[in-house]
């Protein structure tokens, strides 16, 4: 039996120019992919029996997560708000690069872009996160405190910029 699950909180509308360009190549890419595992599914059903033939499985599979992909990128992109402009003054809204100062004295980068192009590998955080909703509309030398499971941790912004 499923578990019920409640409904995800909706994530912000939010995007920079560089994060919608790269869904809109990621559906572009994704549409020239599922051709690909089209053709290779209709080669496994043509092998005979299908219950036992583990390439029409696995390509069932994974066709099926290219037309999942597929469908959330079409229904989201019409949705997203491209923010081109950055908004003047020293302050932390969407697209800033803030520096932070840890309570143990490292040094952090964020920058605060939209659910749909969050990556640690880069250093980008959700607008939806907590440490970002702590730092909007904060500006150099303010101290904020986010409150974690693991405990409480201060951070100091250093400096507020934007590309």
Do not use: H
């Not at 309570?103 to 996160?129: L, P």
């Amino acid at each position: 039996m499923p578990r019920w699950r409640p409904p995800q909180e909706r994530s912000s509308p939010y995007i920079t120019p560089a994060g919608q360009g790269a869904l809109q190549a990621e559906l572009k890419d994704l549409w020239s992919r599922r051709t690909g595992v089209v053709q290779a599914l209709a080669a496994a059903a043509a092998e005979g029996d299908r219950s036992e033939n583990a390439e029409y499985i696995y390509r069932k599979k994974e066709l099926a997560g290219i037309d999942r992909r597929i469908r959330y990128l079409q229904k989201r992109l019409p949705d997203l708000k491209v923010v081109r402009e950055a908004p003047s003054g020293g302050r932390i809204f969407f697209g800033a690069w803030v520096t932070l100062e840890c309570d143990d004295g490292s040094e952090v980068e964020y920058r605060i872009v939209g659910a749909d192009e969050t990556g640690m590998d880069r250093r980008y955080i959700s607008i939806d996160s907590p440490l970002a909703r702590a730092l909007l509309k904060k500006g150099a030398d303010d101290e904020v405190e986010l409150a974690l499971a693991a405990g409480t941790r201060r951070y100091t912004v250093l400096e507020v910029r934007y590309a």
